[in-house]
């Protein structure tokens, strides 16, 4: 299942709390989305059959199957936009919850407003990303490794499509569109996450990660995206445009 860019986005919550997950809905619905709900793993899984759904907002402590196990079940087969919810503020549950596949990360308590703004941060980078700079550049190639901006898909060099989350897409893009250059983490949140970005730098080293996971050769020895001390990242490789 993948997003749309239907003025009523439809955005599922699982949470198991039900005063949270009805002040959300009510927040939500009453700023044009269209909501549904679900307490577990397997309420998501049969709203998930039942609808097409453009985002989820996953709640990490759940009772049965908890939320790490969801996403990373979710991101073994789909790349929806995934946002999670927690109670827990230590930095090393926003780490693992990126380095599985979540989208963005935001800590309980919460005001509504900013669920509401990540929301739609996380649906306008995925439908904006054509727009982001590319001269209607449609693929983006480089040694072999094709990315489609219009299907939001990274293909091997065997032609294979390999799963890639929203917020991999939208690095990896934005390192595609300026090869040669070094980019701080501060430049690579404003170019993926613009406004929304809070203040956890550490999530752009967490992407970049998972995607040399995905692209390079040796990621503990990476030649496509170098980590340049005290400077960020630079992506190595000529790229052609079609």
Not at 90 to 108: N, T
Not at 111 to 123: D, G, V, Y
Not at 150 to 166: H, N, V
Request: hydrophobic fraction near 40%; charged fraction near 30%; include cysteine.
């Amino acid at each position: 299942m993948t997003q749309t860019n239907s003025a009523t986005p439809h955005i599922l919550v699982v949470e198991d709390d039900r005063e949270i997950s009805a002040l959300v809905a009510r927040y939500l619905r009453a700023n044009e989305c269209r909501v549904s709900l679900a307490g577990d793993g397997r309420e998501m899984d049969k709203a998930l059959a039942d609808a097409r759904v453009d985002l989820i907002v996953l709640d990490l402590m759940l009772p049965g199957e908890d939320g790490l196990s969801l996403c990373r079940r979710l991101r073994a087969g789909s790349s929806i936009p995934i946002l999670m919810l927690t109670a827990k503020a230590e930095e090393i549950d926003r780490i693992v919850g990126l380095e599985i596949g979540a989208d963005d990360y935001l800590a309980k308590p919460f005001n509504p407003r900013e669920l509401l703004a990540r929301i739609r941060a996380i649906l306008r980078r995925g439908a904006t990303t054509e727009a982001a700079g590319d001269d209607g550049a449609r693929r983006l190639c480089f040694l072999d490794w094709t990315l489609d901006v219009s299907l939001r898909q990274l293909l091997s060099p065997e032609e294979a499509r390999i799963t890639i989350t929203g917020a991999e897409f939208d690095l990896l893009h934005a390192l595609c569109l300026r090869p040669g250059r070094v980019l701080s983490r501060d430049q690579l949140l404003d170019l993926t996450q613009g406004r929304a970005a809070g203040p956890f730098e550490r999530s752009i080293d967490v992407l970049i990660s998972r995607i040399r996971q995905k692209i390079e050769a040796d990621p503990r020895n990476p030649e496509i995206i170098r980590t340049i001390r005290s400077g960020g990242y630079l992506f190595t490789p000529a790229v052609t445009r079609s």
